[in-house]
């Protein structure tokens, strides 16, 4: 698996500054969050994931790009925020990883090559 493969999920919510928002789509080496209210572009993050397995995984990211009001606009995605992580434990990546082999992967190009 590729820190660049995005995968759909359902039950993943995000931590951020005491709000908890839906993950649309999760790799190993990012995410996406829906919100009305994202950070700000480049701004550093430290949130807790939390997956259907009742698991919750410490991680820290950078916010890479928004969609919406101060960024691109992509029709797929509802209004929110990529985050590329920086650092994610080896025994975290092997939980998401396990997540992920279930889940189905997003066909569309990736957000970096927009």
């Known amino acids: ?15 951020v500054d005491g709000r908890s928002l ?14 009305d ?3 700000r572009l480049g701004q550093t993050l430290v949130m807790d994931l939390r997956l259907p ?8 990211g950078q916010v890479s790009w928004i969609n919406g009001p101060g960024g691109p606009h992509v029709d ?3 209004p929110g925020f990529g985050v590329r992580l920086t650092r ?3 025994a975290d990546r092997d939980v998401i990883e396990a997540l992920l082999k279930h889940s ?5 190009p990736s957000l970096d090559e927009l």
């Open 1 to 15: 698996m590729k820190p660049r493969d995005r995968f759909f999920v359902d039950g993943v919510w995000c931590l």
């Open 22 to 35: 839906r993950v649309a789509n999760l790799g190993t080496g990012g995410f996406f969050a829906e919100t």
């Open 37 to 39: 209210r994202p950070p």
């Open 53 to 60: 397995t009742k698991t919750s995984v410490r991680v820290v």
């Open 76 to 78: 797929e995605l509802p």
């Open 88 to 90: 994610l434990e080896r």
């Open 104 to 108: 189905a992967p997003v066909l569309a």
